[in-house]
Structures are given as structure tokens and as C-alpha cells.
């Protein structure tokens, strides 16, 4: 089921959301919550949703609507009294930094991007019934938790495991200590002596903000909202106030002391959330405080990909121009979207947003914070404030105000609160503190605002708003018009300070985008003693950057060389003798299986696998009973290479290092023994020995040698086939040349082979093939790729009770890998953040693959071989072509979950039937009416062997 995304913005902002933000007005709905009224976190949830309704035209009734689509809610139109510099927009659309632990982010992230990923996980892995995720807007969750298996209920609540300190700010959830899953009752905000008191009988855990409901929980908060489902509306046109949080959540649980009847009958359950990171974004000390851990978070040098000092300093640039130098004593400052020339002196804890080009001899006193706010028509106005101050109380309670009280700053300035049109009972939030004025008036007023010892004129005699009409009026287009400058700016700044900032580990498809729309110079060539990684990404940046076919074909090309001559270098520190190890009338006989692969495919892949390591499980097979992959060798009288394929019936001889070292020729049939050969020392590259000629060398060698391979699978069958008929090659001629290779040894040559060929490919292919039976293979980050591998019980592919249900079919389509992997590779290059995010989910998947065969789940396993296709296609909507769809949309009620093999696009098809009798309908409907003359269902076995060789 597919997902809405719904976010409540204020009412400023949302006009401008699906523009300013580049969101997709078809998964994204936004709106505000109705004005003049307070309607909680609840009524919002219900106005939402149904004003989401009201735009889709959904024919039906409310009821039948909100069962159509799964729903995440954000909830970020608050009045954010206590971070007053982000309330015009809502703090979901906070802007965040690069953080240094990984790779693949903006410098135009939001809060929200990683709020809608971890919400959207939640929910896609969220039961079917499940219909409605509300998330708070401004928090932030990092967590392990995978979501599997989560419980069935009408509401479902997650928790995190916090300090007393942290969960007496918040909303708590208590559970007995014999029942941990079954909430008991709520508490806003205990004190720690309660949360101590009640922890000999309870577990606590700090309410996360995210809800899970079915649509029968939904309704009941519509209900409560004051909807009224026969008439398909709120009676007074609007909801009335509900709290999700202290009035609907407080009357849950076994023990509540809140009593409501019409939601006695729903049945909730806790959850906490394993392993969370939980970050709040509600004020101006949060918002450092969280930044700062969350860059602080990994301590592991080795896994950040900045060289600076090992704990980030509590200052934080965005979108900046800073030209002053910080001291030692300045410290918990956030500047974003400003410009602060050289002439400011600052102090401490600021935040200091919006300010436009200026040479302001200016001084910030500690704990003061500045916001220059465009409201249109070339005004603007200018928020000062106390890094503390909460807009909550009234000048009759002695309310503060740039970090003193209000009264206060009126005395030191002789200022009768009359005058200046304040009312001792009115709340700061509505009282006219800010005054607007074009740009030419902000640097006067700011010295009123400051020092208490400068005229009071331009600040009492111009037109000022409170805080409420500020996030009214407010321009959203001049503020991201500015930012989007500034961004401008830094981009070179960052690329020319590349040794320690973050310019190539951003997502450089995305800032390729930014230089072409800003018109920015290529930054200087980097040089040679540079990074591998960092060259690689380099040039594929430059290509992405320039509007030059042929330029961006030449950067590309650098970019697969580069990396190319890296790997390949790998061997030649380890050159090696050809020794023959074969009687004249001997013939060595290599042969492989080939590999089905489950979970965790393309993470295997340079330059991925080398900057993240891979996780991958595969088996290996044998194809009707044969190992199809065969190679032939014996020693021939002449001096001389001849190679031949037995199933293309072509042939060819070798004489001279020129044909030999021609592996790369495009078309050329003989590419993989070539290469092979090369790697076994046959030729300059690899050779301990120099030679003059091929003939001079074989002589020395004692013979010429005669190959001949077979290859009994088709063209582009998606199970690996050239990977392992390399390996198969490069086994045998160990074999024949007293090489003493082992498979590890084979398989990584392979690797290394397929980077000479200038076709690339991963390493899964060949350890999935010569290495028999069903295993994980997992590598760390690195040049040198060797998996280790963990073997895996066969039983579901060998027990009859499962294996039956399990179908092998050859589609009859075709498609070539490279094509898919080419353009793979290149977003792995650009650091493409939607690529990362996927191959880090297939790792993961990976694991949970491995567990599931483990466990002996044929049921858990056929799930996971569907979630493997759903993230292949994620990469590549190429990989289900239409035809292939054909195919499987005539049998996919038969099946729990299927895949191709491979790269996709065509090749072999992998299905899990529900049932042998399922399995024997789907054999029959494809057969009875085949979709190629070609297309086939074939045999397999585990292999229990992998890779053999064997001589006369």
C-alpha cells in the first residue's frame, strides 16, 4: 500500500511548501491548521486529514478514504515560541548541517528529510491495518530497529529507554514488569522522584511522539475531534480542541486513571524503540545541544569523513558567510542563511539567522540572538531576543526579554510600556516588539535594541509587529532566495577547503545540479595524491557538471579508470611464474556451478563495496544436474594459445603479447581467457620473468596450451555466468601452471579480471559460484575485497516439503548487466544520496535474509526474495521491464515472493509458490502458454561441491 505524506506547516509557509521545497505535490499534501482557534495536536490530526480528503475527490465516504493509502502525519505548524527563528516555516523545514559521519547528504537538508525516511520506514514495515503514523515535528530519531514483526493492535506507541532528567521533560509511558508490551498508564512530565517511586513495579519509557493507528482508532480520533460521521463534517465547521498527547494518549492503558467511554474498547500496545537516538528541536538550547551531539554521536575516527579535530565545536555555519574569526570564548552559536562581515564581535550563545550583506560595526551581548526576517516589498523585520526567553508570559508577571525583564529593558530606555503600545496583560507573544523597516534602517535600530544607552526614536516611532503577526507575514521566497545565494557562495569555499570540509561527501548529483543552475566554475583539478575515492568522485562530478557530451564522456572515462587501475595495481605488487603442472597427454577438466542470488546484491559492487563493504546471500547450483560452466586445457607441441568455444563453436590462436594483451577489444569473444591468461603471467603485466615474445615465454614454459569452454547457460541469464566461467578459467589454469591459487584467490582475480575487461561487476558472482552451498558473504571497507563467509543450512533448498515450491525459469528474455551497472556505478561515484539509502537498506535486508534461512522459514524466506526485487527495482526501474511484468502478472496470486536473477531486466526468474499445488499451476500456466519460444523451467540443485578440477 502506498504512502501519503501530510504536513501542517503555518499558514505562511504552506503555500509555498511544494516550490520552495521541490516536493511532489502527488505524495506530498500540505495545509495549516484552521486560524484563529487552538485545535491541539489531535483536532489538527483530524482538520488534516480531512482536508487531504476534501482535495483528493475521493468519490466515497471519509471512512472509505482513509482505508485507500497508508498516511504519515508531521505535525509542524506550532507557534515555536521557544526557537522563535524558525517559526514562520516550522521546524520540520529547519535547515540541518552536513553531519560527518555520512555520506550523501545536502547542504540543504531539512529536519524534515530525515523525519518523512525514519517515519516512512516505520510505516512501510508497519502491518497492513495500520493506516495513520503521527510524528511531532520537531524531533529527530536515529535507530537500528528494523520494525519487523510489529504487533497488531488499534493504536501502537513507541518509547525510548532515557534518562529520568530527559523523561521528566516529556510524556512517559509505564508498563508492569511482567507485561512490558501492554501499556498501563501515561504521565506528562513526572517529576524524577515519581519516575524513581514508580520504577520498583513499572518500566518507563519517554513517549517518542510517534503514534500507529488502524482506521478504527482513526475514527475514534475524528469522533473526539468533534467530526460527525453522518454528516461528513465538524458541525462548527472546524474541529474543536483535542490534545493527541495529554487528552487521547493519557486515557490508554490497563491502569488510567482518565476514563473515557469511547475509547475504552481500543486495544494498545508499547513498543520501545531499540537502540534510539532521540533529538529534540524545541528551543534555542535544543537546537544546539542536539546539532552537537549528532555530530559528536560517532567517536570512531576511522567511520568520519572529515579531517578536523576529534569533538565538533558548539559553532555551527550554514549557508554562511562569516568573515570574523571565533575565539575561545565563543561557543554555542547557530548562524544560518547570514552574512557576518568581519567587523561583528560576538560572544555566546547566539542564534543569528536571516542577516542580510552588511559592514555593521556591530556587538552581540552574550545570550542575544538576532533574526532579520523578509516580510516583502523590500521590508523587513528585525527579532531580537533572549536565547532563553519563551514568549509565554505577560508584562504583569514580569515577563523577560532579551535576557532580562521586559519592564527592565523599557526603564533602561525610559520607555512608558503606553507608549510603545503594550497592555500589562497582554502575552509577549502578541505584543508589537519587532520593528520593520527596509534594509537601510536595520543597522540604527539594531543599536536601540543593544545599548540601552542609544536613541529610542527609530525603534519606538517605526511600525512594529508582535511575534504572532512575524510568522503571518513573513516572506518565505526572499529567505530561500537568500539562503539559496548564499549556498551559492560556499559551494566553492567548501571545494577549495576540500582536505577538511565536507565538499566530496555530499551527494555530488545533487551539487552538480547546484553548479550548473548557479553557473559555477569546475573547482581545481585535484592531484594525483589524492584519495582514491575522492579522484573517482571528482571526476564524476566534473562530468555531471559540464554540458559537454564529449567532456563529461572523457571525466566519466577517468572516473572507471581510475578506479580500474587502483584495483588492478592490487596484483601487480604480487606478480607471479608460470610453471607447467601437465603431462603432454594430460587434459585438465575446471568446471563451476553458478550462483542464485537472494539478498543484498549491487552491495558487493566497487566502489560501494570498498567504501562500505557488501553483505550478500547467494547459493550455488548445479542446472539439471550438470555444473554448466566447463573449461578445457592440455598442453599443445607448438608454441602457441589456441582457444575455443564450444558453444559459439568460434575459435581463435594466439602468438604474439600484442593479440594476447587485446582482452579489451570491444566484440571480442575471447576476452575472458585472454585476461585470464595475462593474470597467470602470460605476457608483461603480472610476470616475475621478462620475455621478448609469447613464443619465447611458452617455450620456457615447456609448451603451448589449447582452451576450450563451454558455457551451457544463456547470454545474460542473470546467474552470474561470465564471473564464473572467469573463475572456472582462472582455476583450471592454476592448476595447469602450479599457481597454487586458492578460491579466494580465483574469485578475486575475478574481480580484478572483470575490472580489466572494463565491464566491472562485484565479487558475489564468483564466491557465490565456485563456493558451494548457501552462505552470507560479507566484507569491511577496502581496496582488497575478501569476503568471509558464514554457510548457511540447505535444508529449505533440499527438503522436498519446501523445495518443490521453489521454481527456476528461464524468461527468454535477455538483458546485458553492464548497461544496468554502468549507470549503478555512476551514482555510487556521486555519493547519490536515494542509491546510498537503498543499498544500506539491502545490507540490512541481507542479514534479515540470512536469519530467515536459518530460522528454516520457507514462508519468512519468499517474503525477503520479494523485498530484494522491490529494492532492485528501486534502483533501476529497468530491471522489470514490461515484458517481464507479463510474465509474473499471470501467476503472481500463486506466489509469495519472486525476483530476477542478477542485474534483472531478463534472464532466469526465481518463484516461491504458496503451495506445491500453487507451484504446479504456475508450471502449467507457463508452459500451457509460454511468452517466448525460448522460455523455460529448469532444474537446480545446491551444489556441495562448488568449484572442481580434475585431470586425465
Known amino acids: 500500500m502506498s504512502i501519503q ?52 475527490g475521493h468519490g466515497g465516504t471519509f471512512r472509505e478514504w482513509l482505508s ?34 555520512s555520506k550523501g547528504q545536502h547542504l540543504d537538508q531539512r529536519l524534515l528529510d530525515f523525519q518523512a525516511s525514519y517515519y516512512e520506514k516505520l510505516l512501510e514495515r508497519a502491518p497492513a491495518d495500520y493506516v495513520t503514523l503521527i510524528g511531532s515535528g520537531d524531533v529527530m530519531f536515529i535507530s537500528s530497529d528494523r520494525f519487523n514483526n510489529l504487533p497488531q493492535a488499534d493504536v501502537l506507541v513507541f518509547g ?53 493507528m488502524n482506521a478504527k482508532a482513526t475514527m475514534k480520533l475524528m469522533e473526539k475531534s468533534g467530526w460527525v460521521e453522518d454528516q461528513e463534517s465538524y458541525p462548527d465547521g472546524t474541529p474543536c480542541f483535542y490534545d493527541l498527547y495529554s487528552d487521547m494518549l493519557t486515557a490508554f492503558g490497563t491502569e488510567s486513571e482518565s476514563t473515557d467511554p469511547l475509547l475504552a474498547d481500543l486495544n494498545v500496545k508499547l513498543i520501545p524503540l531499540r537502540d534510539g537516538e532521540f533529538y529534540h528541536f524545541g528551543s534555542n538550547s535544543d537546537l544546539i545541544d542536539s546539532t552537537l551531539s549528532l555530530q559528536n ?123 510603545a503600545g503594550f497592555t500589562p496583560n497582554c502575552s509577549i507573544y502578541e505584543l508589537p516588539l519587532f520593528p520593520v523597516t527596509g534594509l537601510e534602517g536595520i543597522r540604527e535600530i539594531l543599536s536601540t535594541l543593544l545599548d540601552s544607552s542609544s536613541s529610542v526614536s527609530p525603534w519606538l516611532l517605526t511600525r512594529r509587529i508582535s511575534a504572532r503577526e512575524l510568522s503571518e507575514q513573513a516572506h518565505p521566497p526572499a529567505a530561500y532566495e537568500q539562503r539559496n545565494e548564499l549556498k551559492t557562495i560556499s559551494l566553492p569555499i567548501l571545494a577549495e577547503n576540500h582536505h577538511k570540509s565536507i565538499f566530496y561527501y555530499l551527494d555530488l548529483e545533487q551539487t552538480a545540479n547546484d553548479y550548473r543552475s548557479s553557473g559555477l566554475s569546475l573547482p581545481a583539478e585535484l592531484s594525483e595524491g589524492e584519495p582514491v575515492i575522492k579522484r573517482i568522485n571528482d571526476n564524476m562530478f566534473r562530468a555531471r557538471v559540464t554540458g559537454n557530451h564529449v567532456h563529461a564522456s572523457i571525466f566519466e572515462e577517468q572516473a572507471f579508470g581510475i578506479l580500474r587501475e587502483e584495483m588492478i595495481e592490487t596484483l601487480r605488487t604480487e606478480p607471479v611464474l608460470p610453471v607447467r603442472n601437465l603431462l603432454d597427454d594430460q587434459i585438465l577438466w575446471g568446471r563451476s556451478p553458478v550462483r542464485l542470488d537472494l539478498a543484498g546484491g549491487w552491495t558487493d559492487t566497487p566502489p560501494y563495496c570498498i567504501m562500505e563493504g557488501g553483505k550478500v546471500v547467494n547459493l550455488s547450483v548445479e542446472l539439471n544436474g550438470q555444473l554448466p560452466l566447463q573449461v578445457f586445457a592440455r598442453p599443445l607441441e607448438e608454441y602457441k594459445i589456441v582457444l575455443r568455444s564450444i558453444d559459439l563453436g568460434h575459435k581463435t590462436e594466439i602468438t604474439s603479447f600484442e593479440e594476447l594483451t587485446g582482452y579489451d577489444t570491444l566484440g571480442d569473444g575471447f576476452s575472458i581467457p585472454k585476461a585470464a591468461l595475462v593474470l597467470a603471467g602470460f605476457g608483461p603485466m603480472f610476470s616475475k620473468k621478462s620475455y621478448p615474445d609469447l613464443a619465447v615465454q611458452l617455450k620456457d614454459f615447456g609448451c603451448g596450451i589449447e582452451m576450450s569452454l563451454l558455457a551451457a547457460i544463456p547470454k545474460g541469464s542473470g546467474l552470474g555466468t561470465s564471473s564464473n566461467l572467469a573463475a572456472t578459467v582462472l582455476g583450471t589454469l592454476s592448476d595447469f601452471c602450479r599457481l597454487n591459487w586458492d578460491k579466494h584467490d580465483v574469485a578475486y582475480r575475478t574481480l580484478i579480471l572483470e575490472q580489466m575487461l572494463t ?14 552451498g548457501v552462505k552470507l558473504l560479507e566484507t569491511g571497507s577496502g581496496i582488497r575485497q575478501k569476503p568471509a563467509i ?37 551514482r555510487m561515484f556521486l555519493n547519490a544520496s536515494g542509491h546510498l539509502e537503498i543499498f544500506s537498506e539491502m545490507k540490512a535486508h541481507a542479514r534479515e535474509t540470512f536469519d530467515a534461512i536459518l530460522s528454516n522459514d520457507y514462508e519468512g524466506l519468499a517474503g525477503k526474495v520479494a523485498i530484494s526485487w522491490d529494492l532492485n527495482q528501486r534502483l533501476d526501474k529497468g530491471t522489470n521491464p514490461q515484458v517481464i511484468q507479463e510474465i509474473t502478472g499471470c501467476v503472481d496470486d500463486l506466489l509469495l515472493g519472486y525476483k530476477l536473477l542478477g542485474a534483472g531486466g531478463g534472464g532466469y526468474l526465481i518463484m516461491f509458490a504458496k503451495s506445491p499445488e500453487a507451484a504446479g499451476k504456475v508450471k502449467k500456466q507457463l508452459e500451457s502458454e509460454p511468452p517466448n519460444a525460448r522460455a523455460r523451467f529448469v532444474d537446480f540443485t545446491v551444489s556441495k561441491t562448488g568449484f572442481q578440477v580434475s585431470r586425465s
Open 759 to 772: 565491464s566491472g561487476g562485484g565479487w558475489q558472482d564468483q564466491y557465490g559460484g565456485i563456493f558451494e
Open 790 to 826: 558464514k554457510w548457511l543450512p540447505d535444508q529449505l533448498f533440499t527438503n522436498p516439503a519446501t523445495r518443490d515450491m521453489m521454481l527456476l525459469y528461464y524468461t527468454g528474455v535477455t538483458r546485458v548487466a553492464h548497461d544496468i551497472l554502468g549507470e549503478i556505478v555512476k
Open 5 to 56: 505524506r501530510l504536513i501542517s506547516l503555518p499558514s505562511g509557509m504552506k503555500n509555498y511548501f511544494h516550490e520552495l521545497e521541490n516536493r511532489d505535490p502527488l505524495q506530498w499534501f500540505c495545509d495549516s491548521d484552521p486560524g484563529g482557534t487552538k485545535v491541539g495536536s489531535g483536532g489538527g490530526t483530524s482538520w488534516i486529514l480531512y482536508m487531504a480528503y476534501q482535495a483528493s
Open 297 to 419: 554521536r560517532i567517536t570512531d575516527q576511522r567511520l568520519k569523513y572529515t579531517r578536523e579535530s576529534d569533538h565538533h565545536p558548539s559553532i555551527f555555519q550554514q549557508n554562511a558567510l562569516v568573515q570574523l574569526k571565533f575565539k575561545p570564548d565563543n561557543h554555542h552559536i547557530w548562524i544560518e542563511n547570514s552574512y557576518i562581515s568581519k567587523t561583528w564581535k560576538l560572544s555566546h550563545h547566539h542564534i543569528l539567522t536571516g542577516i542580510p550583506v552588511n559592514e555593521w560595526d556591530l556587538q552581540v551581548p552574550e545570550n542575544i540572538c538576532l533574526d532579520i526576517v523578509p516580510l516583502g516589498n523590500e521590508e523587513y523585520c528585525i527579532r531580537s531576543y533572549g536565547f532563553n526567553d519563551g514568549f509565554s508570559e505577560t508584562l504583569e508577571n514580569d515577563v523577560c526579554w532579551m535576557e532580562q525583564p521586559l519592564r527592565q529593558w523599557l526603564d533602561d530606555r525610559s520607555i512608558i510600556p503606553g507608549e
Open 68 to 101: 485507500t493509502r497508508k498516511r504519515m502525519v508531521i505535525h509542524s505548524g506550532g507557534q515555536s515560541r521557544r526557537l522563535p527563528a524558525y517559526s514562520p516555516y516550522g521546524k520540520s523545514l529547519l535547515p540541518m548541517p552536513v553531519f560527518r559521519w
Open 160 to 212: 525510548l529507554w532515557v534518562d529520568d532528567a530527559i523523561a521528566s521533560r516529556h510524556g512517559v509511558f509505564f508498563s508492569r514488569r511482567e507485561s512490558q508490551d501492554e501499556l498501563a498508564f501515561v504521565r506528562q512530565k513526572p517529576s524524577q522522584d515519581e519516575l524513581r517511586e514508580l520504577s520498583q513495579d513499572f518500566f518507563y519509557l519517554m513517549d517518542s511522539g510517534v503514534v500507529l
